[in-house]
């Protein structure tokens, strides 16, 4: 992953929205939880800060990695086109 650019946190639940996560209606403070059903039945779990013009990258790696997803998966969901 290119690591030049942030996200803002905005991007970041549109490229979840996209891999068919959906908020939950019950969040705290500043914070969102956003789940998608597991092909076994379980869930995955992600909480997204929101309001954020640029999210850091460690948390956008702990993001992804709630959401078990790759950067190249994020970077194709949230509809960025890679240079070369």
């Known amino acids: 992953m290119t690591r030049g650019r942030l996200f803002s946190s905005d991007e970041i639940a549109a490229a979840l929205r996209r ?3 959906s908020p939950r209606k019950k ?3 500043s914070h ?3 789940t ?3 092909p076994d039945g379980a869930h995955w779990v992600t909480v997204i800060v929101l309001d954020r013009s640029e999210v850091p990258r460690g948390t956008l790696d702990a993001i992804l990695a709630q959401a078990g997803l790759s950067h190249e998966e994020f970077l194709i969901l949230a509809e960025i086109k890679s240079k070369g």
């Open 19 to 21: 891999a068919g996560f």
């Open 27 to 29: 969040s705290r403070g």
């Open 32 to 34: 969102q939880t956003w």
């Open 36 to 38: 998608k059903p597991k």
